[in-house]
C-alpha cells in the first residue's frame, strides 16, 4: 500500500501533532508530545477510540474509559514513565487556562515509555510549560503538518532494539481511507530487529553491545478517517501489535506494547455490506504503517549522550544499506 | 456469613488503612484514603491483585498492568476525581522519601470517585502531605485496626444514593478465609436506595429532594487472606458489583463502578478439589461484605455543607428505623 | 418502570418465541427454544448484538464471533446442556432445508443450561424435529405473542433456586424504547431466593429440603429496539446479571451466567447528546425484567418429576403470599 | 532458539496428536485432529489452559469457559467448519464408550477452519468414526511421536496464502522449557507470504492465479510444559498471533485467528523472581515455533484436487530455493 502525501499520521486530516523537547545540561533529556484528531475543544467534540492492550505492562492514563465509553475527550500525551501524572494533571491545566473550561471530570489519556537510561526520569522534569507547548504545537500546526522524528517529544531519551530510538510515523492511503501511525518507541533488543525482513540487528555493528535499558515499550498511535465504530476500531488497534512484531518484538513481558486509536470519522466506508469485511484494507495498512513508523524512528534519531553519562547509538545507516545490499534488496529508503 | 471482629476490611489480617481529611474553610471537603495488603515495601513484596471494570466511566490509574502481571506493587489509593493525578505522583514521592528507594518505574493504583457537589474539586487541593498521611496511617495502624466511616478521607465530599454518602467497609468470615471490603460510595438515586431488600429510599423523606451530584461511581476494594491466583481473584472481584446492585444501583451509565481485589495469601483454601468451586462461598462473601459496606457508609456518614452552600443530608435513621419495622424487620444495625 | 403489553420479550416488535417440549416416559424432561430478532432470514439481514460473559462455566456455542463481529445470523436457541451441539449442527440444517440457502460457514447461537437432575441428558433427545419445530414456532407466532412460561422449551427439566425453574419472561418500556428478557433459569440455592427483597427462600417450606442439582446455571437472553451499537449492547447486556443477583444468586462458581443481547434496531434513541447517558434508562429497564422474568419463571414452573424418579416441587405461591404479608407488601404478582 | 528432538508439539512431553483424515471420491477432502496433553482421562486430570481471541471470527466450541476455569477436560479437537459441532457432540461419545464415563456436563473444545474450496462441507463426513481414531492415535501415540504434516487431519483441506495449507508443527527449547506448536493453516493471500522475511509469495509463480476459498482462518495450538498458571499462559498464547503475522497474514477480518494454549505444568520454572519476567524467553519460543509451524504446513502440504474440480497447489520448493538465493540466503529447511 501507498503512503499518504507526508507519510506521517498527519496525513489523516485534521490531525495534528505537536513536541516539547527537553533537553537541559547532563541528565535531563525528555519531553512530550501532543496528538489531536482535530484542533477544536474534544471535550465538546469527541472523537471515537479505542484502545488495544497487547501487553499492559506499562502506566498509562485514561484507558480505561476508552474502553467503555468509545471515545476521547483530550489530546494523546506522550511522555516519559514517571512524568505520566504530572502531564495528565497539566492537561487539566490547559483546559482551565487555554480552553477556559473547568470541567469537573476529565479524562486526559497519556501514554509512557521508560527513558531512565539517557534521562533523571525520578526528577519529572516534564510539566505544565512543556504540556502547554505540545498541545498548542498540535492545534495550530500549520502548512505541510510535517512531524519532526526521533529524538523529540516524548521520545526523546528512547531506545529501539538497543540503538537510538523515539518518535516515528508513517501513513498509508487507500480505497477510501488514510491511517496514519505514530509510535514512541522505547522497545526490542538489538539482535531481534528486522527492517523489512533483513536481520539487520544481527548483521549490523555498534562500538559496544548496547547495554539494557531500564524499560522496554513501546506506544503506538493509529489515526483513520473511516466513520467506524468502537468495536470496530479496537479491531484495527489490535492490528498494529503485528506492525511492531514485524521489526522483530516479540513482546518481552515487561514491555508495554499498547495501542490507542482514534478517527476523525470523516470519511464513509466505501462499503459497508459484508459485515466487518471492509475493514481488512485498514487492517494491512495498519501493519503497514506501524512497522514503518518504528523503521523510520530508528532511521531519524541520532546517538545521544545523556544521564550518567550513558551514551545510545544511532543506527548506522551506511551499515544499513550495504546489510540490504547483501540480502538482495537496495535500500530505496 | 457472619462478619469478621471488626466488622471491616482489616479483619484480613495484616491489611491497614489510613485516611487524611482535609475540611477547610467553606468549599475543601476532600481527602484520600490508603489501603495497605501489608506494612512492608509492597514494591519488593508485591501481592496478587486483580481488577473488575464492571463499568469503566472513570479515571482510575494503575488498573491494566495489574489485568496483566496480576500483582499490585504500591498501596491502593482512593479520593476525589481531579486529585487522582497528583496523587499518584506523590505515591512515587513517598516511595522516595519513606522507603528510601527511586524506583524507575512504579505502577501507583488510585481510584476516584467524583465530589464536586460538596469540594472545590477543579482546586485539586489533595497532595503530598495528604498522602503521605493517609499512607503512614495505613502502614502504621495499630490496636484494633478500627476504620473509621463516612465522611473521612477519600470519601469526605461524596454522596451515596442522594445521601450524605462516603467511606464504608465491612467483612466476612468463612470456613477458611476472610473477606473484606471497602467502598468509597459515590453513586446512586434516592429511589434506588434498598437496604435488605427493603425499598427505604422510597420510603424516606428529605427536607427537599436531594440535588443531583456531578459524579455517579463508587470504587470497591476487596481483601482477602486466601492463596488463590490472580484470575481466580478476579472472579472474587467480579462478585462486588452484585453487592453494589443489592443495595439498589443498577450501574448508571457514568457511574465508574470498579472493583479492585488483593489478596495478602496467607490461607491455603481448604480444598482445591473441583477447580475453582471452593471459590463459591469466597463470591457470597464478597456480595455480602460490599452490600453491607455500602450501608455502612450510608449509616455513619453526616450531614455536609460545602462548596457553593451545597448540602448533602445523612440518611435519617430514625425514620429508617420506623420504615423496617412495617417491612417487618426489626432493625438490628 | 412499567412492562410492556404482554410483560415479555415480544413486546419488543418483531421479536418471536417458540418452544419445543419433550416429556416422554420416565426420563425424558427436556426441550429447546428459539428466539428470532425477526421473521426473515437472519444470514441475510442480521441484527447488532453482544454477549456478557458474567461467569462464564458453560457450552455455549457462537459467542466469540458475536464479540468481534457484533452481530447474530442465527435464532438464539436455549438447550439443555449436552444437547448443544446437536441443536448448533440442526440449526444448519434448517437453513438448508426450511431456507433453501447452504451456508460453508454459520455461527450458531446456542444457550445451555443443565437439566440431568430431571431428564436423561446424556441420552440428547433434542434434535432435528424439535430444532425445527422451534424455530418455526418462533418465526410464525401470530397474533398477541404471548410466551409460555415455566416448564417449556429449553427450560423444561431446570431447577431454579432449589425450585422447580424454567423459562420466564419480562418486559419494561421506557421513554423511546422498549427492553424484553427471557431467561432458562437452572440456578441457585433455597436459601438465597429472593423476591422483591423479601428472603422468600428462607420463608417457605417444602416437604423436603431440596436435594442439589448437577448443574447450575442461568441463559438470559435481552432484546431491545434500540439503534445501538454492539458496545453499547455490551453495557446493556452486562446488566441482566444485576437482575440475577437481586433474585439472590451471587454467581456460584459452576453456575454460567451469560446474556445474549440483540436489538432490532428499530427505534432512534430520543437523544444520544452526552455520550452513551441516554443507557442509563435501558440498564434500569434491563435490570428490573431480568428480575421479573427470574420470579416469572418460578411462579410459572410446575412441580414435576423425572429422570430416576427426581422430583422438583414448585414454589408454593400460597406461603409466598403468607410470607409478603409479614413483610409488609401485599403480593399483586 | 533451537528446535526440539522432533521440531514438533510432542517435543512437549506427554502431548499427544492423532489425525483422522478422509479422502473419498472427489469431494470428501477431510478429517479431524486430536491433541492430548496427556494420555489419561483428562475429564479427570484437566490441564492448565488458556485461550486468545485474536480475531474471534470463527465457531470453536469449548473456549469461554477456558477463560473462566483456567482448565482444559477434553482433547483439543480440529476440524473443517462445518463438523464443529457433531466432532463436539461425538466427544462425549467418546468419553461414555471408550473412557467408561457418562458426564452430566462436559466442555468439548473444538477448533475449526472453513475447507469448503476442497471438501463438500455442508455433507459434514466428519463423525463419530473419526472422533474415535483421532482420540485413540493421540492418546496412544508411540515411539517417536512424529506428527504428521500437510494434508492430513483437520487440515486435509485447506488453503495457506494461496497454496496448500493444512497442518504444521514446530517446537523450541528453552532454558528448563520446551514449547511445541500445532496449527491448522487456513489464511492468508499470496502476496503477502513471507518465509524468514523473504517475500516468497511475491515471488514465487504459479500455473494461475490462486482462486479465493471460501474461509480465512487458522487455528494454533500451543503446548508448553512449565508449571505457570492460566494469566501467564494466556500472555504466551497471545504471541502465536505474532509468529502468524511474521508469515504475512495482517488478521483479515474474517480470518478467525484463535489460539488455545495448555500446559502440562511438569516443569518448574527456573526462576520466578522479578514477577513474569521469566515468561520473556517463552514468548519468544512461541512467535518462533508458531512461525516455522505454518512455514512447515506449507512445505509438506501437496497438491490437491477435490470438490467440483477445485485445484490447490502445493507452494514450489524449487522456485522457494531459488528465491531464496536472490534473497541472499541459502535455504537450510
Known sequence: ???????????????????????????????????????????????????????AYGKSTGLPQIMFEGVIETPVMLTETLNTWRVA??????????????????????????????TDNIGRHVGRREVFEAIDAARSQTGRGVVAEGNVGGGTPM???????GV????????????GVLV????????DLTVAGVPVGREVRLPEAPPPSPGNSIMMVVATDLAIESRQLWKVAKRAALGLTRTGS???????????????????????????GFLSPVYKATVEATEEAIVNALFKAE???????????????????EVFGRYGRPLQK
Open 159 to 165: 531506545t529501539g532494539y538497543g540503538f537510538k530510538g
Open 303 to 321: 546517538t545521544m549522550t545523556g544521564f550518567e553519562g550513558h551514551v545510545r547509538h544511532a543506527l548506522p545507516l551506511d551499515q544499513v544499506e
Open 1 to 55: 500500500m501507498e503512503p499518504g502525501r507526508l507519510n506521517a499520521i498527519t496525513d489523516v486530516e485534521g490531525v495534528g501533532v505537536g513536541h516539547s523537547t527537553l533537553v537541559e545540561g547532563e541528565s535531563v533529556r525528555t519531553g512530550v508530545t501532543a496528538i489531536v484528531p482535530h484542533r477544536g475543544n474534544l471535550l465538546e467534540e469527541k472523537v471515537v477510540a479505542a484502545v488495544d492492550l497487547f501487553n
Open 168 to 179: 516515528g510515523t508513517s501513513s498509508r492511503v487507500g480505497g477510501g481511507f488514510t491511517v
Open 89 to 118: 494533571d497539566a492537561v487539566l491545566d490547559y483546559h482551565r487556562e487555554r480552553l477556559g473550561v473547568s470541567p469537573g471530570s476529565l479524562n486526559p489519556v497519556v501514554g509512557e515509555t521508560n527513558g531512565g537510561f539517557l
Open 184 to 191: 514512541q518507541l522505547n522497545c526490542g533488543s538489538k539482535e
Open 250 to 276: 516479540y513482546g518481552g513481558n515487561k514491555s508495554g506494547d499498547f495501542t490507542i486509536a482514534f478517527t476523525t470519522g470523516k470519511r464513509e466506508p466505501e462499503t459497508r455490506s459484508g459485515g466487518d
